[in-house]
């Protein structure tokens, strides 16, 4: 591997601080989030590392900012990092869990390192596989609570519409009624009414005919008089 030291430093430098020392934090406890995570669970408390261990070694180094980050690759609550202590040309090589280190690795070999990271890549997939399904569960989970909360409010929705219907067909079917009552009392009141007319119709007829006998009988007493 052929490395330039300045440069990679430089160009990391920037990068890591911008960034919030992403490798540093690893030795450090996670800051507390502005929002609850809802998916994640509470991880055990981390066993604190032994004083003379390789990983307290790379916590120290990483403090002091001895120490530069190659690349680093998270797969889930997982990670592994490749770093590089430019001064003795040594990598660290860190498998981590929620920025706990797990397994740090210390060697002079640029292929060795490349392979322990190439290996620690891999298993962080398969123990992110667990936590990767339990986050897509845990989205589909609240993603068909909110199709039922949306479906239970139409049904709901569909029911008052139901009960309003009910209630107006009821009330139509009352007007109806009513309607037809009073439709068919002014019917009776109607007809009623008719036959009171043709019974004075009938009157007036055979009271116009009486008086034209009267006025025909009283002309023929008049003619014959006058002979």
Known sequence: MNVNVRNAVRGLGLGMLIAGLSVNALAQPAPASSAP??????????????ANSTISELQQLMQSQSISEMRTTYNGNYGASLLFKPESRTYYVALFQQKNFWRVVKTNSDMQAEQIYKSFVGQTEKLAEVDIRRIK?????????????????????????????????????????????????LSNKQQAARNELRGLQNRIRTLEAQQTILDNSNYGDAKTSKK
């Open 37 to 50: 995570t809802a998916v994640s669970p509470t991880p055990p408390t981390a066993p604190q590392p032994a």
């Open 137 to 185: 569960l845990e989205a589909e989970k609240t993603y068909t609570e909110q199709l039922i909360a949306a479906q239970e409010t139409r049904l709901n929705a569909l029911q008052n519409d139901l009960v309003v219907q009910q209630q107006q067909e009821q009330n139509v079917s009352v007007q109806q009624d009513q309607a037809r009552q009073q439709a068919q009392l």
